[in-house]
């Protein structure tokens, strides 16, 4: 939860509470990324649970990295490879 609440206070918050958001958010991110390893998916082979609860909001990271005046993945680039890869599975493409 703390993932979606911290995302969406990144481009609603101003000042201070954003930078404070921004922090716990990529924080989130980084517990996510590490916890992925070195797997393609977190469902190891296969899409999971974690990946059908956290791509559907893959796309509002730009509209956060913009709004919120900083870029996941150049503090995470192994999460945001995971999410690509999620949004090449022709599963995932059909449900977008």
């Avoid at 490879?81 to 995932?92: D, G, H």
């Amino acid at each position: 939860m703390k993932v979606y609440e911290n995302g969406k206070r990144t481009w609603r918050a101003k000042g201070e509470e954003q930078e404070a958001a921004k922090r716990e958010f990529l924080d989130c991110i980084r517990l996510i990324e590490e916890e992925l390893g070195d797997e393609p998916y977190f469902g190891r082979d296969n899409l999971g649970f974690v990946e059908v609860a956290l791509i559907p909001t893959y796309n509002w990271f730009y509209v956060r990295d913009k709004f919120g005046n900083y870029s996941v993945e150049a503090k995470h680039p192994k999460f945001i490879a995971w999410a690509k890869r999620c949004m090449q599975k022709e599963s995932v493409q059909v449900s977008s």
